[in-house]
């Protein structure tokens, strides 16, 4: 052993990065196998190859660097996974909790510094501080379990953010004190009006970079270094104001909520990099921190650990459970606003450093070398304590919830979304857009396809027809999104999409809506039209000017008795998971009694989804919404085939109206499903429609030539 420990630590940055590795890799399959959380074994791993255990790595840059940024990350997933409608309807609920999370071990740890460990009131202020804020440590737990936008959860982060503030306020006002400034109106102002322009000018700063920088670049790459970019800026503004960088973060991450959805590749790879890198490099620097051997020692480091652990984490406790019992949620609720409010990280090491540098005497400081040991060691247990709660509360939770959850009707369980494929840059948004709309909970994939003319130029077409299905997989895979693809050969684009849904026992279509003039200039392109006469299954047909995470609401004109087609609660269905997972508006435009029905389907199945309704007499209205609709709107219309229920014939208007009144906007048409089989050639119903007809043609020429 005295040979091997002439190597130790190592210096060697490859070593050092395999170590890290190593420990990424295999903790969380030991953990597993002594179900324990993988938390808490990144924490263990730290302490072993740490200086206090076997010293193998020193706790160098890199740790420092990867440790700060995986704490940001932590706090800015938080933000970005928060469910922001949640959040403002339970925004008294947020305040309550988080008033209590901060007051109650602030005021347990108070009183018992000063009264068993003899500090002094300033050095008990700061310790209260310390044991009133909170990180998120377990909050990766959460994102496991795939609840991150439950309401307990979202309360839960919601109020933590609010103790850490006022801790952090707090922390300023012990500094300000302690230079003199503490009755000093004037750094109260300035700290407040800092604060203030902090928020304001991060906040649309954010907001109009991202809306056009997502506008202007696609590439996958340099989206993620723009997000990365906006976390870090707003960490070191936060900084700069005299806050932590992990507030920052949290707000950068709440105002990229909107523009970030759940179920996008960006925000799988802003989660994989995390969860596979930053995160676990910033637990393991945290047990690296850990001297576990100061328990020898017994006497006033076991008093002050004591003291720590016991009750501040027992006023994070008081916290929970009685808010829980206030608001009248379930044990399993309390468990989880208690595991995810009461460990405490890196945040208490740096709140704890800056009572070590401030000189009270001769040779005393506000905090000592024993303070600063019971604080990393009360890192360990409040993080050992809440990863196990906040693990036990997740899985009660998800229990209870599939155990009250009301059978539904199996309407939507066919879902299988077919999207016809054929130019490079529209590709990406569809693939986007079923994503979008799809339901996770079935966890089914998405079929692409291309079809090509059997002609002379077949072989090139098929090769070019592959290459931009692999695309559209390697997008898909990003989100972890199954997609089957199929390149077929066919005389008629229309008839070959047709069979292949037949072959695919799809349920739907989603296409993109013609945009090359230079091949036709018929509004629905060489085979649309063809497409939705033949088919009785609903087809969603999409035009859009801009990515769809900048979309901020989504204007839906409905036609009158819709709520009777058979497809009224499939399209409804898509629209509700559109607007829900880009956390945008949705209005919809109809009459009162269809859109009574579109309600109570919102309320019953989606009541998060901020939906409006505003009545529309007439059908003629139509191109009077063109002037309601912004740049930054997506306008639907959901149309109907001839002969269906809810047909008008101002919908044969509708190519026209589009080009003279919405051309240039975001634009859907859907043709909802229809009772039948639409694709039987009749004499009396034919499978082709001309887009214009002779009367149309006579019409025209008619007033182009007028008579006299």
Known sequence: MPYLTQYFPIT?????FLIVMLIILLAPIIMGKLRIPHIIGMVLAGIVIGKYGLNIIERGESFEIFGNVGLYYIMFLAGLEMDMEGLKKNMRRVVTFGILSFAIPFVLTYFTSVAYLDYSPMSALLLGCIMASCTLISYPIVGRYGIQRHRVVTISVGASMLSLLLALVTLAAITSAFQGNADDPLFWILFIAKFTAYCALTYFAIRWLTVRFLRRYSDAVMQFIFVIAILSSSAVMASLIGLEGIFGAFYSGLVLNRFIPNVSPLMNRIEFIGNALFIPYFLIGVGMLIDISVLDDGGNILLVIFIMVVFGTLGKAIAAYASCLVFRMPWSAGNMMFGLTSAHAAGAIAMVMVGMNMKVGADEYLMDNTSL?????????????????????????????????????????????????KYPETCDTLISLAMLMRNRKLNRGVIALNVVYDDDRAAYNRKQGHELLAHITKTAAAADVRVQTQVRLATNIANGIKHAFREFDASEIIMGLHIHQE????????????????????????????????????????????????????????????????????????????????????????????????????????????????????????TARKGTIS??????????????????????????????????????????????????????????????
């Not at 196990?388 to 939507?412: D, L, N, P, S, W």
């Not at 919809?588 to 939906?611: K, M, P």
């Not at 499903?673 to 119903?685: I, P, R, V």
């Open 12 to 16: 060697d940055p490859t070593m050092i």
């Open 373 to 421: 040991n019971g604080v990393v060691m009360m890192i360990l247990f409040t993080c050992v304590i809440s990863t196990i709660v906040t693990e036990q509360a997740a899985k009660q939770m998800v229990i209870q919830a599939k155990r009250h959850r009301i059978v539904e009707k199996q309407e939507g369980d066919d879902e299988k979304m077919l999207i016809p494929v």
């Open 519 to 638: 091949i036709t200039t018929r509004f629905w392109g060489e085979f649309a039209q063809s497409l939705f006469n033949g088919l009785n299954r609903q087809i969603i047909i999409a035009r859009c000017i801009q990515p769809l995470p900048t979309l901020r609401r989504l204007q839906v004109a409905v036609p009158s008795r819709a709520e009777f087609e058979p497809g009224f609660h499939r399209w409804v269905e898509r629209l509700a998971r559109l607007a829900g997972n880009l956390n945008c508006r949705i209005l919809f435009h109809g009459r009162n009694d269809t859109l009574q029905y579109i309600r109570e389907y919102i309320n019953a199945r989606h009541s998060s989804v901020r939906a409006q309704y505003e009545e529309m007499e007439h059908w003629n209205h139509l191109p009077t919404l063109a002037t309601q609709i912004k740049e930054e709107d997506m306008f639907v219309i959901v």
């Open 647 to 708: 047909y008008k014939t101002a919908m044969d208007r509708l190519p026209d109206e589009l080009s003279a009144h919405f051309n240039g906007h975001n634009t859907m048409i859907i043709f909802p499903d229809q009772y039948g089989k639409s694709d039987l050639m009749t004499f009396t119903n034919a499978q082709h429609t001309e887009q214009i007809s002779a009367y149309d043609m006579l019409r025209k020429l008619f007033n182009r030539n007028p008579v006299g």
